[in-house]
C-alpha cells in the first residue's frame, strides 16, 4: 500500500534546472527517510541525495552545491531542485522510502520505489 509518486522530469538544456516532487503514502510510520536515485542510461541506478527522519540531508559529491533536497512533511513530499544542469544529469530520476531513522546510498537498503521521472538535458 506504499505509493512513492515522483514527478517533474522534463528535458531541459544545459544549465537549467528542474524541481522533482516525489509524494509518499501508505508508510506505516512516520519515522522514515526518502532519498533521490538515478539511473543514466545504461547505466546502474545511484544515489543523489537522501533525507534522514529527523530531516538532515546528505548527498552525493556529484550533485553536492547543485541539487537541493527539501521535505514538506505535511505533504509528505520530497523536493529535488537541481541546478546547473548537464547532459550527465540525465537519467531517470527515482525517490525511494524506507523506515528508520537513517537513509544511506546504497540502493538495496531502500524497500519502496516510485516509478522514476525522466530528466534529459541537452547540450
Known amino acids: 500500500q506504499v505509493h512513492v509518486v515522483e514527478s517533474g522530469g522534463y528535458s531541459v538544456r544545459a544549465g537549467g534546472s528542474l524541481r522533482l516532487s516525489c509524494t509518499v503514502s501508505g508508510l506505516p510510520s512516520t519515522r522514515y527517510c526518502l532519498c533521490w536515485f538515478r539511473q543514466p542510461p545504461g547505466k546502474e541506478r545511484e544515489a543523489v541525495a537522501t533525507?534522514?527522519?529527523?530531516?538532515?540531508?546528505n548527498y552525493v559529491d556529484a550533485v553536492k552545491g547543485r541539487f537541493t533536497v527539501s521535505l514538506d512533511v505535511a505533504k509528505a513530499t520530497l523536493y529535488l531542485q537541481t541546478t546547473t544542469l548537464t547532459p550527465e544529469d540525465t537519467a531517470m530520476y527515482y525517490c525511494?522510502?524506507?523506515?528508520?531513522?537513517?537513509?544511506?546510498?546504497?540502493?538495496?537498503?531502500?524497500?519502496?520505489w516510485g516509478q522514476g521521472t525522466l530528466v534529459t538535458v541537452s547540450s
Open positions: 525511494a522510502a524506507r523506515l528508520g531513522w537513517r537513509g544511506y546510498f546504497d540502493p538495496n537498503d531502500w524497500a519502496h
Open positions: 533525507v534522514d527522519a529527523d530531516g538532515d540531508p
